[in-house]
């Protein structure tokens, strides 16, 4: 198997569900690598719930006529500046998003701390 390969699965295992104003989204748990270059890129600014969603999503359900009055019914691919416009518009969605992420990190660092201890 390639890193490359190798690596997205690592990162895959961390990806969870979530839904909120009626949509699903796939949402990334950061590791400790990539909080520390989260709280980098974010030096500077200040903090926030929907940076930290935003930087989490990887993924959603969402179709045009989701992002646009009039669009069509076809599935738009997840990409994180139409995810940020969209959120934007969207901030009642950061509360459960963030939630979400929040609950599964500190699960996934009480099974770290777990399996340290082992």
Sequence with gaps: ???DKLIEKMRRVREVQAEALGHQFTLRIPNQGELEALHERLSGQRPTFRRFVEAC????????IDLIPGGS?????FHPDLFSEWL???SDAIEPLFGRLSSEMEARQTALD?????
Excluded: I, L, R
Excluded at 73 to 77: D, M
Excluded at 114 to 118: G, S
């Design 57 to 64: 999503t990887v993924g959603w359900d969402m179709k045009e």
């Design 73 to 77: 019914p076809v599935p738009v691919e």
């Design 114 to 118: 777990t399996a340290e201890k082992n």
């Design 88 to 90: 934007a518009d969207h």
């Design 1 to 3: 198997m390639s890193v």
